[in-house]
């Protein structure tokens, strides 16, 4: 396996994350990095990023965690921030992503986690929300789903897909900024690109659109319609908190509201000027919300 692992110095003093970094050495040998901030006795709360961030997204929320007695962990996925970052793409699939963050999931052996999930974070935290369900306590979605394949996906995504794939220029803070509504500064900015010194450390960013389910007969279908049969008998509180100006997750609160059970009840809301990534534009915002909500 040839893998790529970014240089310690690029991650020197990045504005607003002072983190102490901790490693996990998963079965095939890759290491994976994560944030892990209070008391290791306390309730986790784990944070998922997604496409193409890493922790660093939630630098603001993590301390407010931590501070009010959690335990704030905030893992890279594997080909992102300061975990390893394989360089065959055909080692990426929706399944091996699940079992990498399963893996970590239990060799840390998190119970009564409180999940907060976004863009692919959610489609990875609900599947092993579902599938381990006696290790989570309740969710949170923050512009985040979970497809399955049965509805053709817009053209818009189509575009993201092929721009992703095919496109000889890939740039990742780019890619941010164009998802927030707040425009983060220069060294923001730069700190998102960290993890990635070379064209061929990004090829997991890269496949990550290619692996959203698009078809019935993707290979992610089956296990993605079984976790939303779970979803169908969930009692856990579920919570969405959206952000109102997110154009690539419009309207899947009403799905994921509609579908679980234990989210009837509880206080939804859209976040007014707020992009996809809304932990960027409404970092402390969107904590203090959920611990409000947990403290309920």
């Known amino acids: 396996m040839k893998v790529f692992r970014t240089p310690e110095a690029r991650f020197a003093d990045l504005p607003g994350y002072p983190f102490r970094p901790n490693h996990l050495l998963l079965d095939d040998g890759l290491r994976m990095h994560y944030v892990d901030?209070?008391?290791a006795a306390a309730p986790p709360v784990l944070m998922l990023h997604g496409e193409p961030s890493w922790s660093y997204l939630y630098r603001k929320m993590i301390p407010l965690?931590?501070?009010?007695?959690y335990r704030a962990l905030a893992p890279d996925l594997v080909g992102f921030g300061k975990s390893d970052k394989p360089l065959e793409p055909e080692l990426f699939s929706y399944q091996a992503h699940v079992d990498w963050l399963t893996q970590w999931i239990v060799k840390l052996d998190l119970r009564d986690i409180t999940l907060v999930c976004q863009d692919w974070g959610a489609l990875l935290g609900l599947r092993i929300?579902?599938?381990q369900p006696e290790r989570f306590a309740r969710?949170?979605?923050?512009?985040?789903f979970m497809p399955t394949g049965d509805?053709?996906?817009?053209?818009?995504?189509?575009?993201?897909r092929a721009f992703a794939l095919h496109s000889p220029w890939f740039p990742i803070s780019g890619v941010i900024r164009s998802g927030c509504a707040r425009k983060p500064s220069d060294e923001e900015?730069?700190?998102?690109?960290a993890p990635f010194a070379t064209d061929a450390s990004k090829t997991a960013a890269r496949r990550f659109p290619a692996l959203v389910p698009t078809t019935p007969d993707?290979?992610?279908t089956p296990a993605n319609r079984r976790a939303w049969e779970a979803l169908g008998q969930w009692q856990k509180p579920f919570l969405t908190i959206f952000g109102a100006q997110d154009k690539i997750t419009r309207g899947a609160y009403r799905v994921l509201q509609k579908q679980v059970p234990g989210a009837q009840g509880q206080p939804h809301e859209m976040l007014e000027g707020v992009?996809?990534?809304?932990?960027?534009?409404?970092?402390?915002?969107?904590?203090?919300k959920i611990l409000d909500w947990m403290r309920r």
């Open 37 to 39: 901030e209070g008391s």
């Open 65 to 69: 965690f931590a501070q009010a007695g």
């Open 129 to 131: 929300a579902t599938e």
């Open 139 to 144: 969710i949170v979605v923050a512009n985040g």
């Open 151 to 160: 509805r053709k996906p817009p053209l818009a995504f189509k575009l993201w």
């Open 189 to 193: 900015l730069a700190a998102y690109d």
């Open 218 to 220: 993707d290979p992610a």
């Open 275 to 288: 992009g996809h990534f809304i932990q960027e534009d409404a970092g402390e915002a969107l904590a203090g």
